[in-house]
């Protein structure tokens, strides 16, 4: 049986489950999102934390345009969406944990712009999976979705959810899923597609071609490394404690026996990611000091029940 979301219960699902199957529900409104959390980005419009850590636009994301990208993880997030519904593997809005996760993400929203001035027009969605996978993501143009398992697995707290939001939409907003398209136009596809997505012809069957990959693209090391910071900025400026991501890792470790999850699994593991973390901590810090914090705490889902 495909699993059901309840209202106001915990999520029954079977481990594995909908991993390919994902979001349906109604569309965020986005201006109630990002009204809603204006207030705090108000106090934060400086340049501080880790923006001198991160470089320039790759020049590949130029070979492919923001605007098909967007408009092609669209499409694949209504799909998603689609066979969701049809398989109930959906949560609805009025879900303690969607409530949860949205919450979150007002918060961190009006410090996107910052880092990528898109962001601004992006109509962003945020939902929940009925998988036990350990996993969540940020497809390009802000369409966010998280999977049961992390949130229960993990039994992860809010500032937890938060660097992990964060480091997702940092994928979104430094547009590593761009970049990566246009360094498979350029080395893999040939002149002849490269030509279509500069717009000579055949556009769209070679943006669809690209667009495929969304669901499965990797990252690489430095690609996560970058969403790493980026989201420790943003979920500090929100209110979040940064330090979440050291606890964040220990919990992945020890529920990965060692193994990265899928999310994170080109990421250097073990220590060397917490080092990595800590070693940021300092530049963040002090927006999370300054930062107004959340009114309202949540907690994860219920733990699952042992066998």
């Not at 547009?175 to 498979?184: D, I, N, Y």
């Not at 030509?195 to 690609?223: I, W």
Request: some cysteine.
């Amino acid at each position: 049986m495909n699993p059901l979301f309840r209202t106001d219960a915990e999520i029954a699902v079977p481990h594995g489950a909908g991993c390919r199957c994902a979001l349906h529900g109604r569309r965020l409104f986005t201006g109630a999102l990002v009204a809603g959390a204006a207030f705090p980005a108000l106090a934060q419009k400086d340049p501080d934390g880790v923006r001198g850590d991160v470089g320039r636009e790759s020049q590949f994301s130029k070979l492919v345009p923001a605007e098909e990208v967007e408009a092609a993880a669209q499409q694949q997030y209504t799909q998603m969406k689609r066979e969701a519904a049809q398989q109930r593997a959906l949560a609805p809005d009025n879900n303690d944990q969607v409530v949860r996760l949205r919450t979150i993400a007002q918060r961190l929203i009006p410090f996107t712009e910052g880092w990528n001035a898109r962001a601004r027009r992006w109509q962003w969605e945020v939902n929940l999976i009925g998988s036990q996978q350990l996993n969540a993501f940020c497809m390009p143009g802000g369409k966010i979705a998280f999977y049961y398992g992390i949130l229960q697995q993990l039994q992860l707290t809010d500032d937890e959810t938060a660097t992990i939001m964060g480091h997702e939409m940092a994928h979104a907003l430094r547009e590593h899923a761009r970049e990566r398209m246009g360094k498979t136009a350029a080395t893999r596809i040939g002149a002849s597609v490269l030509s279509s997505v500069l717009g000579l012809g055949g556009t769209g069957d070679a943006l669809l071609n690209m667009g495929s990959q969304l669901l499965t693209l990797k990252f690489s090391r430095d690609d996560e490394s970058e969403a790493d910071i980026v989201g420790m900025d943003l979920a500090a400026r929100a209110g979040y404690d940064p330090r979440a991501g050291v606890t964040l890792w220990q919990k992945m470790l020890q529920a990965s026996k060692g193994a990265p999850p899928q999310f994170l699994s080109t990421h250097p593991a073990g220590q060397t990611r917490i080092r990595e973390i800590e070693a940021k901590l300092p530049k963040v810090e002090p927006l999370y000091a300054r930062a107004d914090k959340p009114p309202r705490k949540f907690g994860p889902p219920p733990p699952a029940a042992r066998k």
